[in-house]
């Protein structure tokens, strides 16, 4: 681990806290990152050459596991034809078709670089297209590091435990109206006291930045439901569970329709993209054929386009892949249930699991915080010695990939019996 030590200590001279992302630095579990040389399949090898199962899967993207020999063909090709044109391309107009045949309620997208952009556009549009400035969003829910979504916010927010970031205008977050995930009367009571001013309600249809926390039974019809009785638009945001869930996502896997849908990670199998998309009556108001101005140098970039589009065809033309997701989810999560003590619940939602260090279900972000992160911390270091990759932070998912086999989900049990002894 040595090589990645020294290098950690050199990247720490030129990056904040050695990383480019916040949750990569190893921080809440009290240990130093191993820096990534190479990966395939459900694998990863660091710069030490120790190899690790992987249930990080860089965050979501390698639903199809690292280094996948279709999605790295398409890339190379395209890499021979040149990197960036910023000109219309083909290949961008071959990810947003499919797209849109994939997920039936999407009449139209814009592609841009991360699920962040995704976001702050999304949110944009939902405050032109209703003339309204206020956005309902919920404690734990993670929507990037858009200004006005880190109040309360999850995933690496909520591992460093700040509530909200620091620099962000208190002028930008006054319209940042915050409800409690599953309840919905906390989010009525929002409207209610502000009749007439809520552009959306943003929710991340499955909450996978405080853990996994799945919706209630009616929570998310309820959501619909709300926004349609205050002329409010709906946005899911499915940079975690667009395309993973099902090939409809979240909208799919639990018969909700939302008006805006942010993507992110599966849909760039790696590469840099984001997307946000909706009927064409919502998305023809982004320019330039509307006043919601947006833009961007890279997007649509075609290497990025290739490999999303290769990574999708797949998951379009081969729909069983889902059933077998799903069923390595159930394996991983109904395993560690088994064995798990009274301390540790397990929640899953198809390929996304999470063992909470509690032994209550969680169902919201109070709930999540009752976790007991010195008691994961060191399940993760178990976890890491008998290689096995996992979120190093409690508020986050594992991701099982179609890399994963039975077999390997089996052994990654066993080892979590032995890192709870
Ligand atoms: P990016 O800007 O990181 O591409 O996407 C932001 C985002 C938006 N919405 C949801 C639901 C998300 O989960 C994310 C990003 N997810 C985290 C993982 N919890 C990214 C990992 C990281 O921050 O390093």
Redesign the pocket.
């Known amino acids: 681990m040595e090589h990645s030590q020294a290098l950690f200590e050199e990247a720490k001279q030129y990056l904040p806290g050695g990383v480019n992302?916040?949750?990569?630095a190893f921080g809440s579990v009290g240990m130093k990152p191993r820096f990534i040389r190479q990966a395939d399949g459900c694998r990863i090898t660091d710069l030490d050459g120790n190899t690790y199962v992987d249930y990080v899967g860089s965050?979501?993207p390698m639903i199809l596991g690292h280094n996948h020999p279709t999605v790295r063909q398409a890339v190379l090709e395209a890499v021979s034809g040149g990197l960036s044109f910023g000109a219309p391309c083909p290949a961008e107009v071959d990810v947003a078709k499919l797209m849109c045949q994939m997920v039936p309620e999407l009449q139209m997208v814009r592609m841009v670089n991360?699920?962040?952009?995704?976001?702050m556009s999304a949110l944009r549009l939902a405050r032109a297209a209703t003339g309204r400035h206020k956005i309902i969003k919920f404690e734990g829910?993670?929507?990037?590091?858009v200004d006005s979504m880190l109040v309360k916010a999850?995933?690496?927010v909520m591992t460093a435990g700040i509530p909200s970031s620091s620099g962000v205008s208190p002028a930008v977050t006054q319209d940042t109206l915050l409800a409690v995930y599953n309840d919905l009367e906390s989010v009525e009571a929002l409207f209610a006291g502000n009749k007439g001013e809520v552009a959306a309600v943003i929710v991340?249809p499955v909450a996978?930045?405080m853990g996994v926390v799945p919706p209630q039974p009616g929570f998310l019809h309820g959501l619909r439901a709300l926004c349609d009785a205050h002329g409010s638009l709906l946005i899911f945001?499915?940079?975690?569970t667009g395309f993973r869930l099902a090939r409809g996502g979240a909208q799919e896997y639990y018969g909700v329709r939302a008006d805006l849908v942010?993507y992110?990670?599966i849909i760039g199998a790696g590469m840099?993209v984001?997307a946000y998309g909706g009927s064409r009556k919502l998305m023809e108001q982004v320019a330039p054929c509307g006043p919601v101005y947006q833009a961007g140098t890279l997007s649509g970039n075609p290497v990025a386009m290739a490999a999303g589009y290769a990574q999708l065809s797949i998951l379009q033309e081969q729909p069983e892949l889902y059933a077998r997701l799903n069923a390595l989810g159930e394996k991983l999560a109904s395993g560690f249930s088994e064995i798990a003590p009274k301390k540790v619940t397990v929640q899953r939602v198809g390929s996304l699991v999470c063992p909470f260090f509690t032994k209550s279900e969680v169902k919201n972000y109070q709930d999540a915080l009752k976790s007991d992160t010195k008691a994961y911390a060191a399940y993760f270091a178990k976890m890491l010695e008998q290689g096995v990759y996992l979120a190093p932070a409690q508020f986050?998912?594992m991701f099982v990939s179609t890399a994963h086999t039975e077999e390997i989900v089996g052994e990654t049990v066993e080892a979590m019996a032995r890192s709870l002894l």
């Open positions: 992302s916040p949750v990569r965050w979501g991360s699920g962040t952009e995704a976001v829910c993670y929507h990037g590091h999850g995933s690496g991340e996978a930045n945001d499915e940079v975690i942010t992110g990670k840099p984001g986050e998912a």
